[in-house]
C-alpha cells in the first residue's frame, strides 16, 4: 500500500500556540494536499503543493515539501478552537484527475 | 453553487440486504470519486467516474460492489448481500477537469446489522 502516515496520530495544544503535523508517503507524486475533517463530517481541503514546489502559505496555514524525504508538513499559526478536527495529506501521483491516497490522520484538540 | 450532495447520510441495512449510495457532484464537476472510511482511519479510494464511464475501480472490491455515473441524475454506489464489514462512511467527492482538488460530500454512514 502507497498510503501515507500522518505524526502525530493526536495533538493537543493550548489556544494560540502553534502546532506542526508531519505526512510521509512511500512513492513519487504530483502533488500533495492537506484535508481537515470534521468529526462527522466530510472533508475540507485547505491547501496543495506541487511536487516542484517546496513552501506554501495560505492564511494561518505553512506547509512544506521534501520530496527526497518524501515528507510533508503542516503548521498551523496561532491556532484557535476551531481548528479542532483531523487532519489528513492526501497525495496524487500524475497530472490532472486523478485518485487521491491519503495519510492517516493527526486528530488535533485545541484547548480553550 | 451547492456542494457535493450525498444521500442518504445514514443508512441501516440488515445482513444480506442492498445498500445504494446517492452522490450528486458539484455543479459543472465531471468526475466522481468514491472513498470508503473506517472509524479511526484515513480514506481508502474506491472508484473514480465520468459520465457513463468508470476510470479506475481499482480500490473497488472484486465482488457485491458496483457503481455507475450515467448520462442523467446522480452517481450511484451499490453494495449488494451487505455484511457487517461493509460498515463504514462512505464519501463521494467530485472535481472539474484537470483538477487535482477534490470537493467532498458528508458522507452516508452505513450501518449493518
Known amino acids: 500500500s502507497q498510503q501515507g502516515e500522518e505524526d502525530p496520530q493526536a495533538l493537543s495544544i493550548q489556544e494560540g500556540e502553534n502546532a506542526t503535523m508531519n505526512c510521509s508517503y512511500k512513492?513519487?507524486?504530483?502533488?500533495l494536499q492537506w484535508y481537515r475533517q470534521n468529526s462527522g463530517r466530510g472533508l475540507v481541503h485547505l491547501i496543495l503543493?506541487?511536487?516542484?514546489?517546496r513552501e506554501k502559505h495560505s492564511g494561518r496555514l505553512r506547509v512544506t515539501l521534501d520530496t527526497s524525504k518524501k515528507s510533508s508538513s503542516l503548521l498551523i499559526t496561532a491556532s484557535r478552537a476551531a481548528d479542532t478536527a483531523s487532519y489528513f495529506c492526501a497525495t496524487d501521483a500524475n497530472f490532472g484527475n486523478e485518485k487521491l491516497t491519503f495519510g492517516t490522520g493527526t486528530r488535533l484538540t485545541i484547548i480553550p | 453553487n451547492a456542494g457535493v450532495m450525498q444521500n442518504p447520510r445514514h443508512l441501516v441495512r440488515r445482513r444480506g440486504q442492498e445498500a445504494r449510495l446517492r452522490c450528486s457532484p458539484m455543479?459543472?464537476?465531471?468526475?466522481v470519486y468514491w472513498y470508503r472510511q473506517l472509524p479511526e482511519e484515513g480514506l481508502k479510494f474506491m472508484v473514480y467516474?465520468?459520465?457513463?464511464?468508470?476510470?479506475?475501480e481499482s480500490g473497488m472490491p472484486k465482488e457485491r460492489f458496483s457503481a455507475e455515473f450515467p448520462k442523467e441524475g446522480p452517481s450511484i454506489l451499490r453494495i449488494q448481500q451487505v455484511v457487517r464489514g461493509d460498515s463504514a462512511a462512505y464519501f463521494c467527492?467530485?472535481?472539474?477537469?484537470?483538477?487535482?482538488?477534490?470537493?467532498f460530500g458528508a458522507g452516508t454512514r452505513l450501518s449493518v446489522l
Open positions: 512513492t513519487s507524486i504530483n502533488n
Open positions: 503543493i506541487r511536487s516542484n514546489e
Open positions: 467527492a467530485s472535481s472539474p477537469p484537470a483538477i487535482p482538488i477534490q470537493y
Open positions: 455543479k459543472g464537476h465531471s468526475h
Open positions: 467516474l465520468q459520465k457513463e464511464n468508470i476510470i479506475d
